[in-house]
């Protein structure tokens, strides 16, 4: 009957030892904080590792400005409109869009006819001429005319 005994005492001692093994004491248990690796946080917008502004757009990995009037980029001058994301000159004979023809003046952005006799503004009367863009009676002379 020793043989049995035999027997369960090696199974009795490989339990322990198993028990006792440097891997079975961590299993079931955290890894000591030396044995953890951190995670490699990845950087740059591609990641969100800061994300790009609302004027920004991700390329490459870099965050870079949006093109576009609307994202100052570029930005309009003072004769455009920023439209769409695009310059668009200003309506009006301030900006020559429409100009204004050689009968008219700009005038708050706006074309105004030209005053005097040469752009019928006002028009001469009937005995009146039109010189040097002023009205003057028309004198008949017997002689055959004057003014």
Not at 69 to 91: E, R
Not at 120 to 126: A, G, L, T, V, Y
């Amino acid at each position: 009957m020793k043989f049995p005994f035999i027997i369960a005492a090696f199974v009795l001692l490989a339990l322990l030892i198993g028990c006792t093994s440097p891997e079975a004491e961590t299993i079931g248990q955290p890894a000591p904080v030396e044995a953890v690796q951190e995670a490699e946080v990845k950087g740059g917008c591609s990641y969100g590792n800061p994300p790009c502004g609302e004027s920004q757009i991700c390329v490459d990995n870099d965050c870079i400005l949006k093109g576009g009037c609307a994202y100052g980029n570029p930005s309009c001058n003072a004769s455009y409109s920023c439209v769409s994301n695009t310059c668009v000159l200003k309506v009006g004979c301030h900006y020559n869009n429409p100009g204004c023809d050689s009968n008219h003046t700009c005038l708050g952005n706006t074309c105004i006819l030209k005053e005097g006799c040469r752009y019928s503004n006002p028009s001469c009367d009937s005995s009146q001429i039109c010189q040097n863009n002023k009205c003057f009676e028309h004198i008949l002379s017997s002689g055959g005319g004057g003014y």
